[in-house]
């Protein structure tokens, strides 16, 4: 086995903070030219936001760093496969990179459901890497479902 990426651990790292905070533990990051710069964990009960899923708070965290709409020249690391809504987001942003963790066969958008990047009407599609840090983000989501079962 193999260490996982920096990026990796750092959206595993958000995804603890999110489930210590009682949210579902999806922790993401946008990494530019190898740095991390931006890191955000799910929030949508802490936010009162049904949008203010990981992905979406790092694209808009990347996005005031680099006063840019698009973040062409940046990936984003993720623990859990994209819902259609952060895949569009992903896709507006022009994201170079998308790596994720574990897939989500009920509310995953990359390669399940949707499979929104192979859609006609998505404009742009990132190259996508699945599986890194699996084994550590499905571990994470079980624990806090099976906390709460």
Known sequence: MFPLPDPMRAALA????????GEVPVGAVIVQAGQIIATAANAPRALHDPTAHAEI???RAAAKLLGRDRLDGCDLWVTL???AMCAGAISHARLD???Y??????GGAVAHGPRFFTQPTCHHRPDVYAGIGEGDAAALL???FAARR
């Open 14 to 21: 958000a995804a603890r903070e999110a489930a210590a905070a």
């Open 97 to 99: 990179r998308l790596y």
């Open 81 to 83: 496969e994209p819902c």
């Open 57 to 59: 708070l790092a694209i």
């Open 101 to 106: 963790g574990a897939d989500d066969a009920k």
């Open 142 to 144: 079980k624990a806090f």
